[in-house]
């Protein structure tokens, strides 16, 4: 895509007028239709400072930048890179001191990158497959033989997982075969969806925070998620911290 045509998308998916993307960017409303148009070209730091007020995630920024025929601004590294060693031993930290609740860290794409031992009570009975680093969470949830037999409230977890994909097309269509028609939800749902989830220690209700790593400047952290699972009542906090006496340590991150 052009860098007019990119910007102007970007624009109006954000449901901003230009004098809007104008006066967040510290430019004029006729220079960014000059830019739209074609017009003119933006130097490097405005196509920076026009990301920054669409407030686009970093890969969006670098596409934007490329478009505009500049190199990308931010670096995207590799988990194992050296330079990224202080945020993977944060997250084994923030993983070993959720325990005994399950928390995984997931990519973009919601591919496996990390779990603590706790998590094993949320995949038991799963088949191999789809269990363990680099498989895809939301395809573990919702497929028939991940844990989709053991949540209770298969349509509205599955809307709570389906919402949470985002442009993964090809996923969605995939995900969406595996789980039952989506009815609206009649009654109160409470303050948040749990996820209901037979175990071996009992019926499970939980619910989710994500987190992210808010001052990223590097693609691939910026991208991570850590999902930390909380107990919605008593008895899963009971059952959670029965479950801790029988599982191995934290898995640490980046280890198979």
Not at 23 to 31: D, N, S
Not at 74 to 89: F, G, I, Q, T, W
Not at 90 to 103: C, K, Q, S, T
Request: with cysteine; aromatic share 6%.
């Amino acid at each position: 895509m052009d860098f007019p045509s990119a910007l102007r998308e970007r624009r109006t998916r954000g449901h901003l007028s230009q004098l809007d993307l104008a006066l967040r960017a510290g430019t004029t409303q006729r220079h960014l239709s000059f830019i739209e148009s074609g017009r003119s070209a933006p130097g490097r730091d405005m196509v920076v400072r026009l990301a920054e007020a669409l407030e686009l995630p970093l890969r969006e920024r670098n596409e934007l930048l490329l478009a505009a025929g500049y190199a990308p601004a931010y670096p995207e590294s590799s988990l194992d890179d050296p330079v990224l060693a202080p945020a993977r031993a944060a997250i084994d930290h923030i993983l070993r001191g959720h325990l005994p609740y399950p928390a995984l860290v997931v990519d973009r794409c919601g591919d496996l990158i990390a779990a603590n031992a706790a998590f094993d009570l949320i995949t038991e009975g799963a088949a191999a497959e789809l269990v363990g680093p680099g498989t895809n969470v939301y395809r573990l949830a919702l497929h028939p033989d991940g844990l989709a037999s053991r949540i209770r409230n298969l349509a509205e977890w599955a809307r709570h997982i389906l919402v949470r994909l985002g442009p993964l097309e090809e996923l969605r269509a995939e995900l969406t075969g595996y789980v039952p028609e989506l009815e609206p939800t009649a009654g109160l749902l409470g303050f948040a969806v749990p996820l209901r989830l037979s175990s071996s220690f009992g019926e499970l209700c939980l619910m989710t925070t994500v987190t992210t790593f808010a001052t990223a400047v590097d693609v691939t952290l910026a991208e991570l998620k850590l999902e930390a699972f909380l107990p919605a009542d008593p008895a899963t906090a009971e059952a959670l911290s029965a479950a801790a006496g029988t599982v191995a340590r934290p898995q640490e991150c980046g280890q198979s």
